[in-house]
């Protein structure tokens, strides 16, 4: 970034802290949200997704991985073989279903 433009962006954003337009923002003093899993997907689809999630209505990928995420702690959990087996069977039926679901977006969202 340009010097002029960095020097500019910064007069802004101290005028924006000086008039307390930037106090009582929501998420303010917690961490940025952890959205690592988007630094390959293009800003188009980061939107996308960001504006659907905020309405409520997320893609069924979104909804599969939360289940994948519970099945994982549900194997952590497992004390017994067969608990393990069955979660493992969960576990391995959720992620296919996860990747199908991202599959299809990707070929939804193509040019």
Do not use: C, W
Request: glycine share 6%; net charge negative; charged share 30%.
């Amino acid at each position: 970034m340009p010097r002029s433009l960095r020097q500019l962006v910064e007069r802004q954003i101290g005028k924006a802290i000086a008039e307390g337009q930037l106090t009582g923002l929501r998420g303010e003093g917690q961490p940025l949200p952890d959205r690592s899993e988007l630094a390959f997907t293009d800003m188009a689809t980061q939107v996308a997704v960001r504006l659907m999630a905020e309405a409520g209505a997320l893609p069924e990928e979104f909804r599969i991985k939360a289940l994948l995420e519970e099945a994982k702690k549900a194997y952590a959990a497992a004390e017994t073989d067969e608990e393990k087996h069955l979660a493992m069977a969960l576990i391995a039926e959720l992620d296919q279903r996860y990747n199908i679901a991202v599959e299809a977006r990707r070929r939804f969202m193509a040019p």
